[in-house]
Nanobody
Framework: VQLVESGGGLVQAGGSLRLSCAAS????????TGWFRQAPGKEREFVAV????????YYADSVKDRFTISRDNAKRTVYLQMNSLKPEDTAVYYC?????????????????WGQGTQVTVSS
């Protein structure tokens, strides 16, 4: 599956953004999809994931209660609604997908990646 993110930009602290990830491929509904982010000089880190059947979602502690992952299988699109943004949320955000259940929610267990979209939160 090929992934293309959009929706990044510059926002003030406390603001909101919604990222989108458009996927190609007819079997998108069989993919667990996640969002990761990478800040300058830091490793890529897990943000949120939704299992392929939509039954489960998981979030990093740092974004819990502020970010929401969702998907629309008919549109083959995954979303990340980000509210109450903080300067420390500044990073390149990547969409990722793995058929079925990945071994873990670490980046290494996802085989398909988008090119990333920049999110910058000013203080």
């Amino acid at each position: 599956v090929q992934l293309v993110e959009s929706g990044g930009g510059l926002v003030q602290a406390g603001g909101s953004l919604r990222l989108s990830c458009a996927a190609s491929g007819r079997t998108f509904s069989m993919y667990t999809t996640g969002w990761f982010r990478q800040a300058p000089g830091k490793e890529r880190e897990f943000v949120a994931v939704m299992t392929w059947n939509g039954a489960n979602t998981y979030y990093a502690d740092s974004v819990k209660d502020r970010f929401t992952i969702s998907r629309d299988n008919a549109k083959r699109t995954v979303y990340l609604q980000m509210n109450s943004l903080k300067p420390e949320d500044t990073a390149v955000y990547y969409c990722a997908a793995q058929v079925g259940y990945p071994g873990s929610y670490a980046a290494r267990d996802f085989s398909s990646w988008g090119q990333g979209t920049q999110v910058t939160v000013s203080s």
